[in-house]
């Protein structure tokens, strides 16, 4: 592909900025309300396609997470949740992940973007998609964490092996991508890549020991960081694992989480990127000329979340924009300078030079051994999935579609030869194509949550 101006893509629905986790809980829909306005004040909104993306159904989202769980999220609001204490600790951690007004509903927006922009890709109608509404890496097969409620980066990513042999998830959050990670833990077909803070910070995951498992063994690449990187040490390491990973895997698309809780001053995280630095990640992944879609994710200090996703959006279009910022709705956020810009801070970097030439040398190491073509099967291209309103044949195929697992080893030798035959019968080939890429699947229950 030409790398010259490229067709872009950005889902907005305006009501994600109108959801509200509770007055005291750091995660903010407003933050991405924010940057739509300053992304419209430079402009950028005429040199793309602006789409309110479809919201997600219960069957888009039992895709991957288990009924019982996105029952539940319908259903839930703060006076059930109080009335129902047991249902709310078995889905929802407390704190984390409250039981807010229209729970259901912002989710429904998060994962419909990513679905719809995985789509546009798949259809050869952009060759980049921008959702920053999405991004919600924490959320598991049948239960919220870290924020997250719906997985809308695990939904994004089966709609893409549907017409994609090979994916790459590229997670620059501070924090490390486990729910994702853990959904395609065992297959080949995917290879996650984390850069992440590690030792004594949430989740926990993601050490440079953890490369996957069974068929999916050296598919998962996690670079395990201290607190206080800076642009020119990140993008050291960045670079070189990141060219490595893309030689390597060759991956007919990229899905790219560019959660900015790794920026100097962030509320939650301990990393030193100023925005350019953040932002040269993306530039620099835009510039393997491979189909990319970037979402959202983490980043707690609203005003700097706001102006590195809008210039992350110019770099895309490969659209300069001037550095300070145009009036816009939320202009007095961004005082006293008025600027578009997150500068780096003075912290101390505790990476040296030697842990990361040795993490980039051990990742190295892992690389070796993936062969340059995965072993997977070519299908023809399968059909969309099927609307709600259409019939239902496809059912048993589509409940074989769920990718997670509640731990990542759990062994699945069943799920891969009932995906086989799916395939060699010739049924329904979305949903076989994706349980061949999420072998870690568990065997979810039939919903038993009762009025």
């Not at 919600?136 to 990513?157: P, R, T």
């Not at 799920?415 to 035959?421: G, Q, S």
């Amino acid at each position: 592909m030409a790398l010259g101006r490229r067709r872009v893509a950005y889902f907005y629905d305006e009501d994600v900025g109108s959801y509200n986790y509770g007055y005291d809980h750091c995660m903010k829909p407003f933050r991405i309300r924010m940057a739509h306005s300053i992304i419209t004040s430079y402009g950028l909104d005429k040199k793309m396609s602006v789409i309110r993306p479809p919201r997600a159904t219960v069957q888009d989202m039992t895709r991957f997470h288990t009924d019982d769980y996105i029952t539940y999220l319908q259903r839930v609001s703060p006076e059930l949740a109080e009335q129902m204490p047991t249902y709310n600790e078995r889905f929802l951690p407390p704190l984390d992940c409250p039981p807010f007004d229209g729970v259901y509903e912002f989710c429904s927006i998060s994962a419909g973007g990513s679905i719809a922009g995985a789509r546009r890709i798949n259809h050869g109608e952009s060759d980049i998609v921008i959702n920053w509404a999405g991004g919600l890496h924490h959320a598991k097969k049948g239960e919220a964490s870290g924020f997250c409620y719906v997985n809308d980066i695990v939904l994004g990513i089966l709609e893409l092996l549907r017409y994609h042999q090979r994916v790459v998830y590229l997670d620059i959050d501070v924090h490390h991508g486990d729910g994702v990670e853990e959904a395609f833990y065992t297959t080949d077909r995917v290879m996650s890549v984390s850069f992440h803070q590690f030792g004594n910070f949430f989740p926990g995951t993601g050490d440079i020991k953890d490369v996957g498992v069974e068929r999916g063994k050296y598919y998962a690449v996690n670079v395990p960081l201290r607190e206080g990187i800076d642009d020119d040490t990140y993008a050291f390491v960045f670079q070189r694992v990141m060219r490595n990973v893309m030689e390597s895997f060759r991956p007919g698309a990229v899905l790219m989480q560019c959660g900015t809780d790794s920026l100097s001053g962030d509320r939650l995280g301990c990393f030193n990127l100023s925005m350019k630095g953040h932002a040269a990640c993306v530039e620099f992944m835009k510039s393997f000329g491979v189909p990319l879609f970037c979402v959202g994710g983490g980043g707690y200090t609203i005003r700097n979340v706001a102006r590195t996703w809008a210039y992350e959006t110019s770099v895309l279009l490969g659209e300069p924009v001037e550095p300070s910022l145009p009036y816009n709705d939320y202009y007095d956020f961004y005082g006293p300078e008025y600027l578009l810009d997150v500068p780096a801070s003075n912290m101390t970097n505790m990476n040296t030079r030697e842990q990361l030439e040795r993490i980039c040398s051990d990742i190295h190491d892992h690389l070796r051994h993936v062969p340059h073509a995965p072993s997977v099967e070519m299908h023809d291209v399968p059909r969309d999935w099927p609307s709600d309103s259409e019939n239902d044949s496809g059912s048993e195929n589509e409940a074989q579609a769920n990718a997670g697992s509640k731990t990542k080893r759990q062994a699945t030798s069943v799920r891969r030869r009932r995906a086989a035959n799916n395939r060699s019968a010739g049924g329904e080939a979305a949903a076989a194509t994706a349980t061949a890429a999420a072998a870690a699947a568990a065997n979810s229950s039939g919903s038993n949550f009762s009025d």
